[in-house]
């Protein structure tokens, strides 16, 4: 939860993927190592209505909403 309330640079933090860097991912190059970060401009919206309790009722719920492949 770290991560959603500090974003950009300023809140970066290392994480057990860091030694997975390249090109296409979220993270900068620092004296610590490679830190992640989420961008100033992503914002994540969670969503759950009366019926989505249990976890399994939830996952039925996301099924119905999203397509599946």
């Known amino acids: 939860m770290y ?6 640079v ?3 933090v290392k994480t057990q993927y860091a030694n997975l860097n390249n090109e ?5 190059q ?3 190592g490679y830190l992640f970060f989420i961008p100033t401009n992503i914002y994540l919206i969670g969503t759950m209505n009366t019926i989505d309790r249990s976890v399994e009722s939830f996952d039925f719920a996301l099924r ?3 397509r599946w492949e």
């Open 3 to 8: 991560c959603l309330e500090y974003r950009g």
């Open 10 to 12: 300023q809140g970066s």
């Open 24 to 28: 296409h991912t979220g993270m900068r």
């Open 30 to 32: 620092t004296d610590q």
């Open 64 to 66: 119905r909403r999203f």
